[in-house]
């Protein structure tokens, strides 16, 4: 195996070790994770760290993951998640786990919208966290259930990684947008499946019940108090409209697309989102400059690890990119002669483990055409191996340490990010892999 190979290995068991057994904050984990992979470069380490550096302070994810836990925190401070939450919780508090239920739904829907892993954990978190919180959710299993859901952001078609695989050059040739797409609609109703069937997990081990009649305000009454609250999802809703669907095509055709282009979605709806906050919560926010001061200082604890958590993951990721990283999977894969089930199981494991510190689009862009082709020649179906890469992908909005989802949920839930780490990996990580393995020989049905 490659330099870079090793240093992906060395990478993942750095950050476990520092994190787990020897029980140190994440965010320091990860700046030790970083220095680790860089050492790989012998004498261009320096070289290196300013790559990474570079390339981790110009993604945007990292603001908008900053942008949403302030966000998270001025709604609940100001009482605008209150008021919805007694909207929703007049409708379906006297469900077992309904917010659960809701939040996963809610997930898939966003998703098939807006293909984004961050900005679905950030979008249903701000609603549906505060909510099962009050309705008996422990707050590191809500957090959990949020960032096992982002997935959905990804694998639901037609996703950033949906084109970046289809438009490669070994995939291209075997495999049109026409027969992906319903292809992967049935592949990503599997994942959807199985997260609901996550939520009934949960909603029985923790024994969550239904909400205290006491404390289910009448439909009307809430609806009254609480509507203006919902213009909040305003902020959601300009920035999918403009940029995705019917009117981000005539917009494109009226301004052009270099202008267009410059329209980013995921910075655009924290942006509105913390816009319509501070009107809608204007009543109880500070009014002098040392209140102020109070206000935001209290946020402070929440960004040390989560902010030098996404900086580092996404340096790690372009480091590991710099070494080979690609080339040299190439080569490993290239290496295996076996049954299409076995082949699968292995495509999927590599992809998971690279989806660990990269996004799930830089993913597809390092080993989706390798994954693809080495499936291929294994005997599986063109169609099949396709699902097989883009499910196995979607892993990345759930695989600690480095998704920028995980740090969005235990943001707005306000608890440590490395409590939701085994049960991300038990109950999302390894069964969505297992979806994406059986997929490969034909086991799950997927149309093809």
């Known amino acids: ?9 060395a990478y993942i068991g750095t950050i476990v070790v520092w994190s787990v057994p020897l029980k140190r904050g994440i965010g320091e984990a990860m700046v030790v994770g970083f220095l680790v992979v860089c050492a790989f470069g012998g004498p261009d380490v320096l070289d290196l760290v300013l790559v990474g550096l570079q390339a981790a302070f110009s993604q945007e994810i990292v603001f908008a993951a900053l942008a949403f836990t302030f966000i998270g925190f001025l709604l609940a401070s100001t009482g605008v998640i209150d008021r919805q939450v007694d909207i929703l919780n007049s409708l379906l508090g006297r469900f077992r786990g309904g917010a659960g239920y809701v939040a996963t739904v809610g997930s898939a829907l966003f998703g098939s919208v807006a293909h984004s892993g961050s900005a679905n954990a950030a979008t249903m978190g ?3 966290i505060p909510w099962m919180k009050r309705s008996q959710w422990p707050p590191h299993v809500a957090a959990t259930l949020i960032a096992g859901n982002a997935g959905n952001g990804t694998v639901i078609p037609p996703s950033a990684s949906f084109f970046i695989l289809i438009g490669t050059a070994t995939v291209a040739p075997l495999v049109s947008v026409d027969a992906l797409l319903p292809a992967m609609f049935a592949a990503a109703g599997w994942c959807v ?5 996550v939520v009934f997990i949960f909603v ?3 024994k969550i019940g239904r909400v205290d009649r006491s404390d289910i305000m009448p439909f009307v009454k809430a609806f009254a108090r609480g509507w203006t609250s919902f213009l909040l999802f305003l902020g959601i809703v300009i920035p999918v409209l403009v940029t995705l669907g019917p009117t981000g ?10 202008v267009m282009d410059t329209v980013s979605i995921v910075v655009w709806i924290p942006v509105l989102l913390l816009l319509f906050a501070l009107v809608l919560g204007r009543k109880k926010l500070p009014r002098t400059g040392a209140a102020w001061y109070g206000f935001v200082a209290k946020t402070a604890p929440r960004y040390r690890d989560i902010g030098a958590t996404l900086v580092f993951a996404f340096a790690g990721g372009a480091v590991l990119t710099e070494l080979g990283l690609a080339d040299q999977l190439s080569a490993v894969l290239n290496g295996f002669d076996a049954s299409p089930l076995v082949m699968s199981v292995v495509v999927a494991v590599l992809v998971v483990l690279v989806a660990g510190p990269l996004s799930s689009t830089a993913t597809i862009a390092t080993i989706g055409g390798i994954g693809f ?7 599986v179906d063109p169609i099949l191996a396709a699902c097989v890469v883009l499910v196995a992908a979607s892993t990345e909005g759930a695989s600690p340490p480095g998704a920028s989802a995980i740090y969005i949920a235990t943001g707005i839930a306000g608890v440590n990010p490395v409590k939701t ?4 990996i038990v109950l999302y990580v390894l069964p969505i892999l297992l979806i994406a393995a059986l997929i490969g020989p034909g086991w799950l049905p997927v149309p093809h």
């Open 126 to 128: 701000t609603v549906a």
């Open 421 to 424: 780490f085994v049960p991300l």
């Open 249 to 258: 095509e005539a917009l494109i055709g009226a301004l052009g697309e270099d």
């Open 373 to 379: 082709s080495v499936l291929v020649v294994a005997g």
């Open 1 to 9: 195996m490659g330099t870079a190979v090793w240093a992906l290995i």
């Open 204 to 206: 029985r081990r923790h």
């Open 193 to 197: 499946l199985w997260r609901l069937i």
